[in-house]
């Protein structure tokens, strides 16, 4: 028998298991049977589709075998088992990308890390909450030669040749003491019937009953073995939709919402999906796991196809089952595909559809899903054309008038007579952009300006344009009218002298400085040329790798009502607006996020000034 040590993650997650998760230990029995099922699923595709498997005789099954006086309890099914190479890979180290982010998001709350388990791809290992020994015995479909699998939860596990009749995979749990429970029938039962009663395969139970003083072994069914997404929905409860969704999503949470969808006629099909209540670990990794299931006729065909929903859908969980395609089905062909192309369609316009229900009859539920997901929902503003208004009704925003988020219904409901434009501000802070110079006119006149904080805003906001004919203007732009050109004309003649000065002054950090009657309050601005970007979109930019982008510079608008321009002009002071132009530009600079150039000499100019003004 050869020894082998495991991966520094499993080793850690073991440890975990082992002495901290023990406040939902019956998932244990969900996940190996959820793996099992998967097993036969591979298999049962491969009888189909590939000739080396079409001849194969086997009856797709699940067993559970209770044996009381060894304390074991034993899991087996007839799919497509493992090599010697695949139980290294599947259980001596976890292939699935962002393990170390499982690791680290371990919070020592034992309830909350264990609902991570399955989350992550790790439900095998939980078996070790209730086993303090494991053995899996498994014979790879096609070969000669079965292993066995041991270990007692320490830093290693052993491999070695073993004899089995028939491929598949048998996992043996040696049960801690006090872990009896799961020797009962009753408790076992009522497990697979809470989370396993819809797995597509037949789950039997094999126990020793007394009769006429001699044991025998009896074996019963304890599943229904249906497809519940191809089940009615008035033969359906809710909790058994929240339960389906726990087993094939491995969450323990239930979910926030689901939409089953039997269509007929010329393309029939079946969808079951489901919104859960937490992200998944790899929302944002570009790697993240499809967490849909494809089904050909209730045949499981693949479950990492991202085809199936756009990306920003990538939240979504369920299943797609169809009913015209060919078994064999490549994954080349898969997206070219022109039913699921369709399927797609459909399926992205009825969650958008559910979403925007949702929205309209539960605000506080749809305000979760916005916490958690709106990120991404926003991605697809910059790639879904067909779908475009749906998104947009689903969209939420923070607001200068408002404590709560408003949508751009509301938004437009809300506006003044004669305002015709949405205006938005794009910032890192929702509370540094409610402050922002900027607004002072807005919130002067009592207009409603949008506070977009999110960092995807840079990129996503100024593609949406319009919003039922109503343009999306921002505030920080020179698109945005002056209130009165014919004071904004006086006041450029005025101080015609001190902005030529300035713009000389600073012609390397500026493209232009003038007057402007947007600013009550403050001194000076920065705003941008409407075919320029944007600071927060010049941000953006750098962090999607676009570095070597020439710089854009601003324009500083000045407010001509300020007490700092009269006495400039007042005292003919031209030989202070070098102290004051600088001093204006870092002020505007630091009350729109950006960072001064040089916070050295501009230290030493607001001490110089403060000196001179005692």
Request: glycine share 4%.
């Amino acid at each position: 028998m050869s020894k082998y040590e495991y991966q520094t993650e499993v080793s850690q997650l073991l440890d975990l298991m082992i002495h901290s998760l023990y406040s939902n230990k019956e998932i244990f029995l969900r996940e190996l049977i959820s793996n099992a099922s998967d097993a036969l699923d591979k298999l049962n595709y491969l009888t189909l589709t590939d000739d080396k498997f079409k001849n194969l005789q086997y009856e797709p099954r699940i067993d559970i075998k209770i044996n009381k006086e060894k304390k074991t309890l034993t899991v087996a099914d007839t799919g497509i088992g493992m090599s010697e190479a695949d139980l290294k890979k599947n259980l001596g180290t976890i292939a699935k990308s962002g393990t170390k982010s499982f690791v680290e998001k371990l919070s020592g709350d034992a309830k909350k890390d264990s609902a991570l388990i399955g989350q992550f791809g790790v439900g095998f290992y939980s078996a070790f909450m209730v086993a303090d020994k494991i053995e899996v015995l498994t014979k790879k479909a096609g070969t000669k030669t079965a292993h066995l699998w041991v270990s007692s939860g320490g830093s290693e596990y052993e491999i070695k040749e073993a004899q089995k009749e028939g491929h598949g995979t048998e996992i043996t749990l040696h049960l801690r003491e006090g872990e009896e429970e799961f020797l009962e029938e009753y408790r076992i039962r009522a497990i697979v019937e809470k989370y396993s009663n819809h797995i597509p395969f037949p789950i039997y139970l094999e126990k020793e009953e007394e009769k006429e003083g001699k044991k025998e072994k009896v074996v019963e069914q304890i599943n229904k073995a249906s497809a519940l997404w191809r089940l009615p929905k008035n033969q359906i409860s809710e909790e058994e939709y929240k339960d389906f969704y726990k087993t094939i999503s491995h969450d323990n949470e239930d979910p926030l919402l689901w939409i089953h969808t039997k269509a007929e006629g010329t393309l029939e099909y079946t969808t079951l999906f489901y919104i859960p209540q937490s992200a998944p670990f790899d929302l944002y990794r570009v790697d993240y796991q499809s967490g849909i299931k494809l089904y050909v006729k209730r045949v499981f065909i693949t479950d990492d196809d991202k085809e199936l929903l756009p990306t920003y859908l990538r939240f979504v969980r369920g299943i797609v089952d169809v009913e015209d395609l060919p078994l064999n089905v490549s994954r080349e062909i898969l997206q070219q595909n022109v039913i699921l192309s369709k399927v797609k369609k459909a399926s992205t316009k009825k969650i958008l559809t559910e979403l925007k229900k949702l929205k309209e009859n539960d605000f506080e539920k749809y305000l979760k899903f916005w916490n958690t997901f709106g990120k991404v929902l926003k991605e697809g503003i910059m790639s879904e054309f067909e779908h475009k208004d749906l998104l947009l009704d689903l969209l939420l925003f923070k607001s200068n008038k408002r404590d709560e988020l408003v949508d751009f219904e509301t938004y437009v409901k809300d506006m003044a007579e004669d305002q015709k434009e949405i205006y938005y501000i794009i910032g890192e802070d929702a509370d540094m952009l409610k402050a922002s110079p900027l607004l002072e006119s807005f919130n002067d006149k009592g207009l409603e300006v949008l506070l977009m904080d999110d960092e995807v805003d840079a990129i996503v906001i100024p593609n949406i344009h319009a919003y039922k004919e109503k343009p999306l203007k921002a505030v920080n732009s020179t698109d945005v009218e002056e209130a009165d050109e014919e004071k904004v004309k006086e006041a450029a003649e005025k101080y015609a002298e001190i902005l030529v000065k300035m713009k000389e002054i600073l012609k390397d950090d500026v493209k232009d400085v003038k007057v402007t009657t947007r600013l009550k309050q403050s001194p000076a601005v920065l705003v941008y040329d409407k075919e320029d970007p944007d600071f927060a979109m010049q941000q953006m930019l750098k962090q999607m790798g676009q570095t070597e982008l020439p710089p854009v510079k601003p324009i500083m608008e000045i407010n001509p009502d300020h007490e700092i321009f009269k006495k400039l002009l007042e005292q003919k002071a031209t030989t202070k607006v070098d102290t004051v132009a600088h001093v204006l530009l870092d002020l505007a600079k630091l009350s729109e996020g950006m960072k001064i150039d040089d916070p050295v000499d501009f230290s030493k100019r607001i001490y110089d000034m403060l000196e001179k003004s005692i």
